[in-house]
């Protein structure tokens, strides 16, 4: 796991540490609050506490996918699909990383908000969806990478669901008052449903996991279809070589 970890350029040292794990979720947390504060001249809660999970969400996305792509960069995804390419053990030091990378941002900064005066019962509401949203993130994050393993930018789409989580997860305005267009790329995202619980104390969860499966067998198959073609493409690139 300290392995992980040391892989994780956000971690590198304590600035880096500090604008990933503070300086940006709270530039997020004020930029969403004071939208919401201009359209409704009063300060929300729920708006800085959805933003802070969702946020954890993203540094769960970004997490996986670049442990997933560090890996690839050394070539130990070759010697994975040749040996062990469902390895338990791999596959776990990956999710573990990554959630406790977006939990601990997630705690960090509701304790913050919970001193300032979030109220109890929302902060417990969030403490609930938080290792959800961490899991559905890490499950986005193996997505997107399984998505774009052969591309020449392997984060192209770790980095596209990265910049769209925020507004398909309705912490500003509620999916129902969307757009249609908009409606219809949310409903294929996770997230929403957490952050109707934040926000209304009840939501279909049932759902939530329902989506969070489809993108994760979609990652599966990505992985599954790829690993001969990768396997082929570095045996050639090799005999070239030769």
Known sequence: MATQFTSLSFLANWKTRFVYFLLLPIINLLLLVLIDLQYTNRFNWYVAA?????????????????LLITDANLGIDIELIAKRPYSFYYWKTKVLTSLIAGLLLGIINLLLLLAIGLPLDLFLRCLLML????????????TGWGMSWQMKNPYYFSNWLISIITIVSGVLVLISDYPEWLKVISYIFPFYELVNFIRLRSSTLELSFVIALGWLIIGIVCYVVQIKAVLDKKIHQYETVK
């Open 50 to 66: 959805a933003s802070v999970v969702i946020n954890s969400a993203s540094l769960a996305v970004q997490s996986m996918s670049q």
């Open 131 to 142: 290792p959800l949203a961490c899991i559905y993130g890490c499950v986005l994050g193996f």
